[in-house]
Nanobody, 122 residues
Framework: QVQLVESGGGLVQAGGSLRLSCAASGRTFSHGWFRQAPGKEYEFVAAINPYGSTYYPDSAKGRFTISRDNAKNMVYLQMNSLKPEDSAVYYC???????????????????WGQGTQVTVSS
């Protein structure tokens, strides 16, 4: 069975950096990060397809980087130049379908982790 476990969240000052990790077990092909702040909808943060191509929304481009280590079954999200509006619970997601498609949509993912809290102070 596929399981995803996030770690690396915490409290950081604005302008600081954090690296989130996602330990994945089972066979998956595409991976993504989403976040949810209290009272708000899930927001797409980053995605990586089976070929290593990455995707970001404008809010993350230039600041966030998603990467994957297939040998270690790990997915990472490096976050730099953090802003208070980045504060949220961050979730790792995985897709079991081997073909990439609309990876910015939550509906395309089959598995989700429990989430890790990121808080950015001003």
């Amino acid at each position: 069975q596929v399981q995803l476990v996030e770690s690396g969240g915490g409290l950081v000052q604005a302008g600081g950096s954090l690296r989130l990790s996602c330990a994945a077990s089972g066979r998956t092909f595409s991976h993504g990060w989403f976040r949810q702040a209290p009272g708000k909808e899930y927001e797409f943060v980053a995605a990586i397809n089976p070929y290593g191509s990455t995707y970001y929304p404008d809010s993350a481009k230039g600041r966030f980087t998603i990467s994957r280590d297939n040998a270690k079954n790990m997915v990472y999200l490096q976050m730099n130049s953090l802003k208070p509006e980045d504060s949220a619970v961050y979730y790792c997601a995985a897709r079991s379908n081997p073909y990439p498609q609309d990876l910015g949509s939550r509906k395309l993912y089959d598995y989700w982790g429990q989430g890790t809290q990121v808080t950015v102070s001003s």
